[in-house]
């Protein structure tokens, strides 16, 4: 028999088959020692028929009372074809039988029963008569008990048995067994499947984790394998095991990318701050300059000091692209959020995107000026952005429990769930088109000021939320 391949079908079908096997085994076994059994009874009745009828038998060979023997021998059977009653003289001739059309009156023993033992044989010594199988038939069974009176022999009672008479109850017997066998294979049957089923199922779940190896993520992989003290247990705790190793092996491979992609960044970083910051401090002395050699207007002092803040903010980017970079030591005021507010209308006008801007700040923060409007310059950029023509941009300031929370919202396409964990990391391979390190330089801010950012998609809007300690002033 050629099983199938899966487990899932090849242990079920198993113990179906065993089952089909062993009810069909113990019906056979039961049949036979049912047949068996009703061969010892008959062989016990006619056993006891046998000495009940020596007497009689011994009296009618002693006065040669031929009708005597033979209506008694015909009594027990009715004269039937089926068991065969013969009494023999002690000359071994046939003295009458339940058959005398077939064993005839006076012929020798030896010539109707020419496979009879010799006398000398064990059988012939029973006293009492013994039941043996008779090797040249096989549906009969011989029984031989001596007739003597006074250790004198007189004859012999011969009688050949046969099947016939009880397998019309062995039929009987067997169709019953036979029945209840089925009966039980269908009630086992099913019960069997199922247990089989139950006890493969671990290893079929285990099988299909395994299967998802090397197509998924191991990070994000989450298998309901059993663990216990079993084989499939012990098998499913080695693969949990062998899961979070190639789960943390996937992490440090990520981890050692994007540390290349920051030395990478850092390394350009550093010749970008060499190159830009030479002539950003020509240009912050040319104003510091132009303001001590004459006394601007109004409108002129306005743009200089926006001239001002914008250099000093290229100088705090360029900062926060290095990890060394020194943090700004003037606070944020309420002119930087005003310069931002300028910086972006032409953005926004070009995008045709809705900007709602909800709170303000009334007076300095302790936070670096810089790093604080690089970072909001960034995230509205991106969300002008992200939300194109006719989206919507929402940025909510607010200030308590000692830090300050920005949420920048906007309307466009949500960012894929996929791509949550991965915003932050510069030159992200599924953003090809893009440079990659505005969210990141974000990141590094936030982290420089010992802040916190996340980013959500709730009901199709994107929100990029972040949370700065404020110092000693702010909190005051």
Known sequence: MILPASYRLRLPLSL????????????????????????????????????????????????????????????????????????????????????????????????????????GDAVLGQPTGRVTPVAQDEVRRLLRLPLAVDDSRVGELVALLSDAPYLPRFREILLGGVLVTVVVLGVLLPLGWLWGRRMVAPLVRLADCMARVGREDPRRMSCAVQVDAS???????????????????????????????????????????????????????????????????????????????????????????????????????????????????????RSQAVMVWRGAIARPLGLPAAPVRQLLLNLLLNATEAARAGGLVRLRLAQGEGELRLHVDNTGEPIPPERLPHVFEPYSPDRPQERGLGLWVCYQIVTQLGGHIRAAVEDGVTSLRVALPLGREGRE
């Open 16 to 119: 179906s088959v065993s089952a089909i096997a062993t009810a069909l085994l113990m019906a056979l076994a039961v049949g036979l020692q049912t047949l068996a059994n009703l061969r010892e009874d008959q062989g016990r009745n006619a056993l006891s028929l046998g000495h009940a009828m020596a007497g009689v038998m011994i009296q009618a060979l002693r006065t040669d009372d031929v009708w005597l023997a033979y209506s008694l021998l015909r009594g027990p059977e009715g004269g039937g074809a089926d068991s065969i009653w013969i009494v023999a003289d002690a000359n071994g001739r046939i003295f009458a039988s339940n058959q005398p059309r077939r064993y005839r009156l006076d012929q020798p023993l030896r010539e109707a029963l020419p496979w009879l033992p010799e006398e």
């Open 231 to 349: 084989e499939i247990g012990q098998l499913g705790q080695r693969f949990s095991s062998m899961l979070d190793a190639l789960a943390e092996k996937a992490e440090l491979e990520r981890q050692v990318v994007q540390a290349e992609r920051l030395a990478a960044v850092g390394r350009v970083a550093a010749g970008v701050a060499h190159e830009v910051n030479n002539p950003l401090a020509g240009m912050l002395m040319a104003i510091d300059t132009y303001r001590g050699t004459r006394e601007p207007d109004a409108q002129t002092r306005q743009l200089l000091d926006l001239l001002d803040r914008a250099l000093q903010q290229i100088q705090g980017t360029i900062s926060a692209l290095l990890v060394e970079g020194r943090a700004d030591t003037r606070h944020l005021r309420p002119e930087d959020l005003d310069d931002l507010a300028i910086l972006l209308q032409p953005r926004l006008v």
